[in-house]
């Protein structure tokens, strides 16, 4: 800021500092003062405590746990990681269950309990996500398995059949069925097809073989399949190179073009292959494309390397390098069904219904074809049968262990348990929970660990279970075993019958894992006296992500930090609907994840990040991550290989950074009370896995708001803050089936849940990317909308719906629901438009106009006009008591601003709460008409603001003063001034003197140049309390790297760790002279930079991170001023 607007006014955060005389309060408003000004426990944040490589120490648990309670840390997740390096960080290595790590671990607990800090624990050793020795490959996660073989009838058969894919040794048959085959039914490796390339080197023969070799291609290219005669393909698998981590290949290898020829030279496109969405753990399976029959004896598969779209959570891998790669293509005259892995519920993908064009239904196998062979199979697997004429394919089905296991785990790593099966959760809780629970001793237990937890889902998902079968009968009315052919592709009566089966697979996995696993844990953390906490599933297993918030008590998202390939804010939008559909008061995030810790972080770098969650929703953070160090002699210490941002007793800032804490502490105070305001609720459909909808994927719904076609904007996708306040104005959660069906009613016109959530319009989205199939709607949900818009909803629905029939339902359902679709879209009904229906409305989409004005809806938050417009740049979210409203307010921009903002409420005066500082103002410049109230604001660079309404109010507003304090500068503290710094971390002893305020990297003393930590600036200065006439008064820092604590006549000021960098220094001043000191912090990076190029017994530092400073500049670092004395005019 130029240094003569720096004399002429001061920002809104500071002028924040009076309290306005108040009486009539309500008791809302009084217990959000209270809340302000003495947060309560509940709104502490919490911190990830991760035990790193079996590396503890009774020392370092004491220190750790004494900082935390030092800055106003609530709790922490006390989380082992992994068993001991080799060699081993710290002696004596403290392995999982060992006696050393029983003993720290109820030495832990007695320091919490001591400190009034309070502990969560997982569900098992690591991060992720619930197994361990103790589970068997029996009561581990299954998936469906099969072998194929294809067999001449007419004959009596004595075939010997190969047994399915078997892991961890384990291995159980389902069943044996015979289905017919195709004329031409085979694989193309049968008929020996030649695979050639035009990349130069060998020709990928492999390709067409089932070998671990990986063809890779960085450019444009082709692979070309050539059958020595013609052959007939129905289907084409892709196969990538398996992982059981992050999956880089699935994108680009499913975006092939496919052609066909007859003579190899004149080619025509059969198919252009699209990716299945799919989520960042995607190793598990192939993909299946179905296509148009084609005969042909040439079949080319073009590449070209790029993306169509951005990569996203849900289509994880078109985040990395435009490289395919490929283990095989495997042509096939067998008609399967498109994307069976994924609609299987083996993996978490989502793929439109395969189409007559890819599959006409006579392909399809009918019921009454399929042979039932289990009794004519024997335990070793030799089939005896008396084959009917024709050709036959067996299918020998079975199920096997998935083989994930808790991998981040140590000592006590197994396998991951099934998450279908009750008993299993029983088992795993009991193993480890609660015997921690037993060691520690359940009184001091019951006093300090307060939560289960079920951190990161990394376990892939499942479709089978022991109990799977008699679920599924008892959920969806009808046996499963006829149909089981389609988990292996085979279409089974018609392709809709199939895909509505293979929806039913996953409808009911999701079910078992809410009430099985999630809720099972529930009930056993209840009964231990804690609640339950848990992160979403979603984009790994293949579950509905809303309804697994239903059986926890507080959803957890996550959000990361400079990590584009990593952040998860569909995460957070899940956790935040979970909690707003189901009545849950907090919503956790992960909070600030980072995939490369840079050693730059600081709470100025942190803090709009963090107020754009917080504007989310999100109303507890657990910061990510807290390291226990168990050194006390050395920084920075351990971290956890260098991920996540750097949050422990040895950062460099800890102490000062206190007063973030504080700060976050007053948000989520505030954020945690009254209820939540949102407008539109956004209907999730019908088919799992689904989860929150994104802004990004309305497009088509609302292309006035959210103008541009899907992939234009998914190419804003990797930077989150250009999605703040996407709908522009408006605040949108995601509903659920789940919710929509058992709770929602009408009130006053608006679409309510038991928890408090009310909404003003209810959507049912076009189709797009996470909902290909958003308009296909149970005759449930039929009905359901139909009552809602007779009882006074308005209900926008963006396409025509259709109905989803079950393959339980009778015709006589099927024609009562088909009445119901004609009720709410009549077919004379050709596009957009609107129609009343009892006491409601439905509007026909899509919805075009830029506001929801039209259909009587104002903005929550706008710029005021005219005519008033979306608030651009500004983060912000609104809650409501029964005698008070309130917004919070985050400037998004690292500027200065002014800004003239309206929001959605009247008759109550309007007032600023700094949750900086703590001050509250009564604003004087405000203006309330036709149910707004309008104000002036003046925000800081990444400035936020709480604005308050709770004094009733006749007035219609004021004009006398402004809304922020105007200043003059009335002196410029110049040099010198007195320097000293830390010999503990490397900085020269002594003091030195600044003849000028200059950034410590500027300086020629290697000490200086690259110091890291505390130094404490000292002057002093003349007052005189006439020349101000008892105004207050202010000192302004100017430029900061990082934070400053001020103390004036050693009376503490405050610390300044956000601009505008000013504490306000009124009362510690005194007439004549004054002694300033200033306490400046910077980060670790310099130092670091610094130690990298020194051998090991000079570095100062010591750290388990991999060393990031290399080629990189020094960070500027010190007070860098103008320091200035202000004073209110």
Not at 811 to 834: F, I, K, Q, S
Not at 1066 to 1075: D, E, H, K, V
Request: hydrophobic share 40%; net charge neutral; charged share 25%.
């Amino acid at each position: 800021m130029p240094p003569a607007f720096r004399r002429l006014v001061f920002g809104l955060v500071l002028a924040l500092g009076a309290c306005a005389a108040v009486s009539n309060a309500g008791q809302g408003g009084d217990r959000l003062e209270a809340a302000f000004r003495t947060p309560p426990p509940e709104a502490k944040p919490w911190v990830f405590w991760y035990w790193m490589n079996a590396s503890s120490s009774r020392a370092g648990i004491t220190a750790d746990l004494e900082a935390m309670k030092a800055v106003g840390i609530g709790g922490a997740h006390l989380v082992p990681i992994h068993g001991a390096a080799k060699p081993s960080l710290f002696e004596p290595t403290a392995e999982q269950f060992s006696p050393l790590w029983w003993d720290h671990v109820a030495f832990a607990v007695r320091e919490a309990e001591r400190l009034g800090l309070k502990i969560a624990l997982h569900a098992s050793d690591g991060y992720a996500t619930a197994g361990g020795p103790w589970v068997t490959p029996e009561t581990s996660m299954q998936k469906v398995v099969w072998t194929k073989t294809l067999v001449g009838g007419g004959q009596r058969l004595d075939l010997q059949l190969s047994q399915p894919e078997t892991n961890e040794g384990y291995y159980e048959d389902i069943s044996v069925v015979a289905v017919p085959a195709w004329e031409g039914q085979s694989l193309a490796a049968n008929q020996g097809p030649s695979v050639t390339t035009d990349r130069p080197g060998p020709a990928p023969q492999f390709l067409a073989e089932k070998t671990d070799r990986v063809f890779t291609l960085d450019q444009a290219g082709w692979v070309l399949h050539t059958f020595p005669e013609p052959f007939v393909c129905r289907s084409i698998t892709l196969r990538v190179p398996p992982t059981k981590g992050v999956q880089n290949a699935t994108y680009q290898a499913n975006r092939l073009l496919v052609e066909a020829s007859e003579d190899g030279e004149h080619f025509r496109q059969i198919a252009q292959l699209k990716p299945p969405r799919h989520g960042w753990q995607d190793g598990d399976g192939d993909t299946t494309h179905a296509i148009p029959e084609t005969k042909a004896r040439y079949f080319r598969f073009r590449y070209n390397p790029g993306r169509e779209e951005a990569g996203a959570e849900d289509i994880d891998s078109a985040k990395w390098k435009t490289v395919l790669k490929l283990r095989g293509i495997e042509l096939s005259s067998e008609p399967r069904i498109d994307d069976f892995e994924g609609k299987s519920g083996l993996s978490w993908r989502i793929s439109p219904w395969t189409t007559p064009e890819q599959l006409p239904d006579r392909f399809c196998v009918p019921l009454r074809r399929i042979v039932d062979l289990t009794g004519k199979m024997t335990r070793s697997g030799k089939l005896d049968w008396d084959a009917p004429a024709g050709r036959w394919i067996v299918l020998r089905l079975g199920h096997t262990s998935t083989g994930y296991r808790n991998d981040t785990g140590g000592a006590m790593k197994g396998l991951e348990c099934d998450k279908f099966d009750a008993a299993a959760a029983r088992q795993v809780f009991d193993h480890w929970f609660q015997a921690i629970v037993r060691h520690v001793g359940p009184e001091l237990a019951g006093k300090a660990v307060k939560v289960l937890h079920v951190d990161s889902w990394e376990c892939g998902s499942q479709n089978w279970s022991p109990v799977f079968r008699s679920e599924f009968r008892r959920r969806r009315g009808y046996d499963p075993l006829p149909f089981l052919p389609a988990m292996a592709g085979v279409p089974v009566e018609s392709v809709e019958t199939t895909e509505r089966f293979l929806r039913d697979v996953r409808e009911t996995g999701s079910d078992l894992i809410r009430e099985n696993f999630f809720a099972t844990l529930r009930e056993l953390a209840r009964a231990n006296g804690c609640t339950f906490s848990a992160e979403s599933v979603a984009p790994v297993g293949v579950v509905d992500n809303l309804a697994m918030f239903s059986a926890v008590d507080t959803p957890m998202g996550e959000f990361w930090l400079r990590s584009p390939t990593h952040d998860k804010p569909n995460d957070v939008l899940d956790a935040v609907s979970g909690a707003h559909v189901y009545g849950h008061p907090i919503v956790q995030a992960e909070a600030f994840t980072e995939l490369q810790n840079q050693w730059d972080e600081s709470p100025a770098l942190l803090k709009p990040l963090g107020d754009r969650n917080l504007a989310l929703g999100v109303n507890r953070f657990v910061y990510h991550v807290f390291a226990h160090n168990p050194w006390t002699d050395r920084r920075p210490g351990m971290t956890l290989g260098g991920v996540g941002h750097f949050f422990q007793r040895d950062q460099t800032w800890w102490k000062p950074g206190a007063a973030w804490i504080r700060y976050t502490e007053r948000c989520q105070a505030l954020l945690q009370q009254g209820t939540p305001v949102a407008d539109v609720a956004v209907f999730t459909g019908e088919f799992a896995p689904r989860r929150a909808l994104p802004p990004w994927r309305l497009a088509a719904t609302f292309p006035g708001i959210l103008p541009g076609n899907d992939a234009r904007l998914d190419k804003r996708l990797l930077d989150a803050a250009d999605w703040t306040d996407p709908l522009g104005g408006y605040s949108c959660d995601s509903i659920n089936a789940d919710a929509l069906l058992r709770l929602a009613e009408v009130k006053d016109g608006r679409v309510v849940l038991p928890g408090g959530a009310s909404y003003a319009l209810l959507v049912v989205p076009a189709r797009n990317a996470l909902m290909p199939e958003a308009n296909l709607l149970t005759a449930e949900t039929l009905l359901k909308v139909e009552r809602l818009v007779e009882q006074g909803a308005t209900v926008l629905l963006a396409e025509r719906p259709r109905f989803l029939r079950s393959n339980s339902e009778r015709d006589a359902d099927d024609a009562v629901a088909r009445a119901h679709l004609t009720t709410l879209w009549p077919e004379d009904v050709r596009g957009a438009g609107e129609r009343r229906l009892g006491r409601g409305r439905i509007l026909y989409g899509p919805y075009t106009s830029d506001s929801f004005e039209k259909i009587g809806i104002a903005r929550d938050v706008a710029l005021s006009g005219p005519p008033e417009s979306r608030p651009e740049g500004l983060a912000w979210t609104h809650r409501t008591l029964p005698d008070a409203e309130f917004y919070f307010v985050s400037n998004q921009r690292s500027v200065w601003r002014d800004v003239s903002l309206s929001f959605r409420t009247a008759g109550r005066v309007p007032e600023l709460w700094d949750p900086v500082t703590g001050a509250i103002r009564t604003v004087q410049r405000w203006r309330s008409e036709n149910g707004r109230t309008r104000l002036p604001v003046r925000l800081a660079p990444n400035g936020s603001v709480f604005v308050v309404f709770r004094h009733a109010t006749s007035e219609s507003g004021g004009a006398a003063g402004a809304n922020w304090v105007e200043t003059r500068a009335l002196e410029t503290l110049d040099g010198p001034w007195n320097v000293s710094f830390s010999p503990e971390v490397g900085g020269p002893a002594g003091v030195w003197e600044f003849s000028n305020l200059v950034s410590w990297t500027e300086r020629k003393e290697p000490g200086i140049r690259n110091y890291s930590g505390t130094a404490i600036y000292t002057r002093s200065f003349r007052w005189s309390p006439g020349a101000v006439g008892g105004a207050r008064v202010w000192l302004d820092l100017g430029e900061v790297r990082d934070l400053a604590a001020v103390a004036i006549n050693g009376v503490p000021c405050g610390v300044a760790w956000t601009a505008p960098y000013r504490v306000e220094v009124t009362s510690a001043l005194r007439p004549g002279i004054n002694n300033l000191r200033i306490e400046v912090t910077n980060t670790w990076f310099n130092r670091l930079a610094g130690d990298s190029g020194l051998p090991a017994e000079q570095r100062v530092t010591f750290t388990t991170a991999p060393d990031r400073t290399k080629g990189k500049p020094l960070l500027a670092a010190g007070l860098l001023g103008p320091v200035t004395i202000q004073v209110e005019q």
